[in-house]
């Protein structure tokens, strides 16, 4: 059915579709708009579920922990710092094993305070245990939730679909939404590995000591890793009852030729491809590798897309302070033993517009060799030194954020 919707609403009715049993959530920007549509699916009773408004995140995802735990099909959604909150049990699903599903409409981490859209939050849980996928546009994002509730359920473990907040949440867009039948399809009756029964007590979340630790940690690994096998499977399924598919792990853009791959996740993509495209309607030899699965992390088929490449520009809307880009680091694991180049480009942090003009430029100097190891896409120069200078003469130089704001209104005002 081909209708002109909202991000959130869109992703709002795909979740609806897959007929989950409880909803749990709590509200926080950009995110609140799905659990608004959600409740409204309720309250009309276009959707049979227990819709379950918390009073936090992490009451929300302890409330969804302990739906899934007694085998009812559990969905929640968070942003930022909601994610935070609700870390110690972000943990606690994953090693429970519940196939819980989590939209996290991305959004930077504060301080300072920022709502606006990159990939923080979801970097920062990167290591939890959760499947991520991350969707390129809105139709993705429906279709990808489709697929994260048969993948969640098959696996017994977490999935997490990141949705750019604002980007795409907030985006009007024609989208085809699956008819109920189709979901049907996609999407089994839910049949839990593992539930919670008074007739038949058992108990989970037990203490484990270092006697068998590693072993519990080890299954996990191997679980997860099951989804780079199971995830091209519910692909080419999708793609027979929808006749497209969004399970894949990666996905080239004329690669087949490229010296230049340039490598992004989430809605960036668009912008990089039209940028793609005019360069090689110019005779430049450029493409694009999207990395829809980020965790696990697809190391085998990353290298086969990108083993040919003469070069490498990783475009990522987050990095670990201190080091650089993460996608850049994975991405140099997947290919070692080769000596390909790999430029990370910081882009789009707190949401901050990447410019078609600004990645023109990167990709030019990819394409002749003078492009920086590290750049960050459209940094004021003039800022950076002038807090860098005060740092310098004083001790009690005061808060950066501030610092910077005051800077960037007196430059306002003098001009």
Request: with cysteine.
């Amino acid at each position: 059915m081909q209708l002109q919707l909202e991000g959130s609403q869109a992703v709002a009715r795909a979740v609806a579709l897959c007929r989950p049993d409880v909803v749990c959530a709590y509200p926080i920007s950009p995110q609140t708009h799905i659990i608004e549509a959600l409740g409204a699916l309720v309250k009309s009773g276009a959707l049979d579920a227990e819709f379950v408004n918390a009073d936090s995140e992490f009451s929300a995802l302890s409330v969804t922990i302990g739906a899934s735990a007694v085998g009812a099909r559990a969905y929640t959604a968070t942003a930022s710092q909601g994610l935070l909150f609700m870390m110690e049990a972000i943990y606690n699903a994953a090693g429970l094993g519940l196939p819980i599903v989590l939209t996290l409409a991305n959004r930077a981490i504060g301080a300072p305070i920022n709502i606006w859209n990159d990939h923080s939050d979801a970097m920062s849980v990167r290591d939890s245990g959760w499947v991520q996928l991350f969707a390129e546009n809105n139709q993705e994002a429906i279709d990808l939730h489709l697929l994260a509730f048969a993948l969640a359920e098959e696996l017994s473990v977490p999935v997490m679909v990141n949705v750019d907040g604002f980007i795409l949440t907030h985006a009007i867009e024609r989208v085809d939404l699956p008819e109920p039948n189709q979901v049907d399809a996609l999407v089994p009756p839910f049949l839990p590995r593992q539930s919670l029964d008074p007739d038949d007590p058992v108990s989970i979340g037990a203490m484990v000591g270092p006697e068998a630790f590693t072993e519990v940690r080890y299954l996990a690994q191997v679980r997860l890793r099951q989804a780079l096998e199971v995830i091209p499977r519910l692909g080419a399924h999708h793609a027979e009852v929808l006749g497209r598919s969004a399970g894949h792990l990666v996905n080239g853009y004329h690669l087949e030729d490229a010296e230049v791959v340039v490598v992004a996740m989430g809605s960036v993509l668009g912008t990089i491809k039209d940028v793609v495209d005019e360069l090689r309607r110019g005779g430049a030899r450029v493409g694009v590798l999207s990395i829809t699965c980020f965790r696990p992390f697809p190391v085998e088929a990353v290298r086969e897309a990108l083993g040919r490449a003469e070069r490498l520009v990783v475009v990522e809307k987050a990095f670990s302070i201190g080091y650089g880009g993460i996608l850049s680091t994975d991405i140099a694991l997947a290919l070692r033993g080769l000596s390909t180049p790999i430029h990370e480009v910081i882009a789009g942090l707190g949401g901050r517009p990447v410019w078609a003009d600004s990645l023109r430029s990167v990709l030019l100097g990819a394409l002749d060799g003078t492009l920086d190891d590290t750049t960050f896409l459209d940094l004021d120069h003039d800022l950076v030194n002038a807090e860098l200078a005060r740092m310098a003469a004083t001790r009690r130089s005061g808060p950066p954020a501030e610092n910077v704001l005051r800077d960037l209104a007196d430059a306002r005002r003098g001009s």
